[in-house]
């Protein structure tokens, strides 16, 4: 009886043993006796019980990692970087499974290799750039790193994924100059588009001035022209009333003087009504009466043609 129950505990046991569950996202490594023998898929398995080890279960699963160092750019200056780093193992081959079964002692010694080869690869390519093309320069960083990574991560059994650069800083003192830096710049700018703004302005108003000049002197010519031939038009007028009424006077046998004298009367009192306050001097004597008079018929006798008179 007591055979019976050891027996059957013995094949309970053998049948406890005999099958593995692995996890959806995992492959399992099986060694016999330390050696590899095969990869278990996810979902139920079945084992040698007491022969075949798990040796090690693998995530297949995408892996992060945050990063912080310092690098040194070819002029000196400290840059700091924040990284996020993401991976997985190669794919799901037989060969790639051993690699990342048997490449590192550890998961400790894994994570130790990849953080100092991604920090010792943005590390050489900052030492060849200058601080002021740095911050400019996050995709060729990513890049850089990727091509220097992928054979590398290849040989133990991963792939790069994605490397993405959160956060680019300098030392306090770098980034106060930086700053004082652009906001010098900034004020240049400033200044710049200001004084653009300024000759925009004046130019605009120079042009309007020059408009405004060449529009005034256009008008005062249209002006100066009406008011010629306003004067060519009164004269004209003050011609033919003079000869109407010289003619008048003729006809009717008086002096066609009185029409001279008549305008000279009127001009002495427009003189007197528009003078505002300036002074006239007239000869009212008998003799300077008579000058004038004399003045105005010699005026008469200027347009006729020599050898006639009356």
Do not use: C
């Amino acid at each position: 009886m007591s055979f019976s129950l050891i027996f059957l505990g013995l094949l309970l046991l053998t049948a406890f043993l005999s099958y593995v569950i692995v996890p959806q996202g995992t492959v399992a490594v099986v060694t016999i006796f330390g050696k590899y023998r095969r990869i278990m898929v996810p979902g139920l398995n079945f084992k040698l019980p007491f022969i075949e080890n798990v040796y090690k279960r693998i995530s297949i699963q995408n892996r992060s990692l945050e990063l912080e160092f310092q690098a040194i750019t070819i002029d000196q200056a400290n840059v700091n970087f924040k990284a996020m780093l993401v991976y997985a193992v190669f794919d799901q081959s037989e060969e790639a499974i051993k690699r990342v079964a048997f490449k590192f002692v550890d998961e400790r010694s894994l994570m130790q290799a990849l953080v100092r080869t991604v920090e010792g690869s943005i590390r050489a390519f900052v030492a060849t750039q200058r601080q002021a093309a740095v911050l400019s320069l996050r995709g060729e960083i990513v890049l850089h790193v990727k091509d220097q990574l992928d054979e590398t991560l290849e040989s133990w059994g991963y792939h790069l994924i994605d490397l993405q650069l959160n956060d680019i800083a300098f030392d306090e003192e770098i980034m106060r100059s930086m700053a004082k830096v652009v906001a010098s710049n900034n004020l240049k700018a400033a200044a710049e588009n200001e004084g653009q703004a300024l000759l925009i302005t004046k130019t605009k108003a120079a042009e309007a001035e020059g408009n405004a000049i060449k529009i005034s002197a256009e008008a005062e010519k249209i002006a100066a022209q009406l008011r010629g031939q306003g004067v060519a038009l009164f004269r004209e007028e003050v011609t033919k009333g003079m000869a109407h009424a010289v003619q008048e006077l003729a006809d009717n046998n008086l002096d066609p003087s009185l029409v001279y004298f008549s305008m000279w009367t009127e001009a002495i009192k427009h003189f007197a009504e528009q003078g505002q306050g300036n002074v006239i001097f007239l000869d009212g004597s008998n003799e300077g009466l008579e000058k004038n008079m004399q003045q105005m018929l010699a005026l008469q006798h200027l347009d006729r043609p020599r050898g006639t008179g009356r």
